[in-house]
């Protein structure tokens, strides 16, 4: 059964570079790890996705190790207005997908 | 430009009073998901229609339904809803299954049963 899980929280300040990893160990061998952002009230928002080595757009960069059991949301330089909460989301089976426990990032001035 | 309405925004309904929740997409999407996000959890799959078929998560209560009429909407149906569906419920689309394609979601309509 697969089981991603995710630190529950983190404070970070403005300007600051963040990190968020995800565990997925039980990983199948032609999934993508996909990270959403989620606002209070709103549904989930995809930031990125990725099957291997290293990924970036526009807002996040992530970071996958070879053997794929873990993933790692970069953030650079975090705004305010990245309080949220992120979420890995990987597959489980076929069409099945699971999200991860999320992180709520908090972000000060 | 809005491309997963749900609605209501918030729904009120009773112990035991059926319920049914909306969503539409602009995408022409070929999958539709309904999740229930409960306060403080992630988000947890129900059921998805893949076009017309209908694909239902081993785990969820026979108390919850779905239709798909046409390509553009999708509906959840609570039979009887249980103090603990009091939930956030989110409908998402994506182009295919592949783990590839992005679901995009909707903003979600809150229940609340009293």
């Known amino acids: ?109 | 430009d809005a491309m997963v309405i749900q609605n209501p925004r918030y729904q009120v309904t009773q112990f035991g009073k059926p319920v049914t929740l909306s969503c539409s997409q602009t995408l022409n999407h070929n999958v539709m998901y309904w999740y229930q996000q409960k306060s403080s959890q992630a988000p947890k799959l129900l059921f998805h229609y893949y076009d017309k078929d209908f694909n239902n998560e081993a785990d969820t209560p026979d108390n919850f339904q779905s239709r798909r009429p046409n390509t553009s909407f999708c509906f959840l149906d609570i039979r009887s809803p249980g103090l603990g569906d009091a939930a956030m419920y989110l409908c998402a689309t994506s182009r295919t299954r592949t783990y590839t394609d992005t679901q995009y979601f909707g903003p979600g309509t809150r229940l609340t049963v009293l």
Not at chain 1, 23 to 38: C, G, K, L, V
Not at chain 1, 57 to 79: G, Q
Request: aromatic share 12%.
């Open chain 1, 1 to 109: 059964l697969a089981k991603t899980t995710q630190p529950i929280s983190m404070d970070s300040y403005e300007g600051q570079e963040v990190n968020i990893t995800c565990s997925h160990n039980n990983i199948a061998t032609n999934d993508y790890i996909t990270w959403y952002q989620q606002f209070p009230s709103q549904g989930p928002r995809f930031i990125i996705q990725g099957y291997k080595t290293k990924v970036t757009n526009e807002v996040a960069s992530l970071f996958i190790p070879a053997d794929r059991k873990s993933s790692t949301l970069s953030l650079p330089r975090v705004s305010l207005s990245d309080t949220a909460v992120y979420y890995c989301l990987v597959g489980e089976g076929t069409y099945k997908y699971i999200f991860g426990t999320g992180t709520r990032l908090k972000v000060l001035a």
